[in-house]
């Protein structure tokens, strides 16, 4: 967000704090800082923290780190791939990190996987620095890596065209920005397929509560049916986050595929059948409320 900014101290032992500040709080890990850099788009930094290994901010607000990086990528990734009808053709909008792409590509039906990440250095940084959170996705011949505008990609898309559509993006504001707003999510159901699920983080019920709100409202204005799911994600602003996931014929992102789902959940550490269950139950009573008015 605009108003958060990276803080770094020294501890009296020599070691650095990195923060990420927001609305008063602050969200740190002890460690070192391996590279900062900027594109035409953002700061990027990649730090090596005590706690969770290597982690990435974007102009200062923490992405992910290899210790944290399942608790936020399977719970995005998941609910949607198990069951949409058919996944084998697949969109990823941001994901520079390849934490999703992995998640994506455990799958043997999926066939292609599109990844269009509008940031080129976010991938070669997170490729040198990060390659745990990847893992062998950059190498696997069924990614498709675009460097362009998610936003005008999905505009320009043919209809019909994809299984599921995820959008893993961040706070939004600059590169982002675009990813939160009706004509966008209208594109993206434009091309989704019959029987087709899309995906996306929804921020923090706490820490961004009236985008996380508006985010499920107008999903539910453009597909029909749209449902968030609430998990932790500890390096996160108030470490209690969302996924919001719609469809259109029905809210059949909520009936997880059994066979995919028992394959699939031995390789997870958070998602589980039972996991997206109790995630969709966990809807807060003031955000209920206010969805359903």
Known sequence: MNNNQTN????????????ECHQGIRYGMEGKVLIKEKSKFQEIMVIESTRYGKGLLLDGCWMT???????????????????????????????????SAKECLRY?????????????????????????????????????VK??????????????SYDVVIVDGSDPNGPAEGLFNRDFYKNCKR??????VFA???ESPEAFKNVHIQVIKLLREVFGNADPTYGCVP?????????????????????????RAQDIA??????????????????PAFIDREINK
């Open 8 to 19: 770094s101290s020294i501890t009296k032992q020599g070691s650095k704090w990195i923060d």
């Open 65 to 99: 780190a290899e210790k944290q990086e399942r608790h936020y990528h399977e719970c995005l990734v998941h609910p949607a791939l198990c069951s949409a009808h058919e996944i084998k053709k697949v969109l990823i909008i941001g994901g520079g990190d390849g934490g």
């Open 108 to 144: 043997s039906e999926l066939e292609h996987l599109d990844m269009v990440e509008i940031d080129e250095k976010v991938i070669q940084i997170s490729k040198k620095y990060l390659q745990e959170i990847g893992g062998m996705a950059w190498q696997d011949n069924r990614l498709h």
């Open 147 to 160: 460097i362009e505008n998610g936003i005008n990609w999905a505009a320009n898309a043919t209809d019909n």
């Open 191 to 196: 091309i989704l397929r019959k029987g087709g």
């Open 200 to 202: 996306t983080q929804s």
């Open 235 to 259: 390096m996160y602003p108030s470490g209690w986050w969302s996924w919001t996931f719609a469809s259109t014929e029905s809210p059949r992102y909520q009936k997880p595929n059994s066979k």
């Open 266 to 283: 031995k390789q997870c550490e958070i998602w589980s059948p039972r996991w997206q269950a109790g995630a969709f139950q966990a809807i």
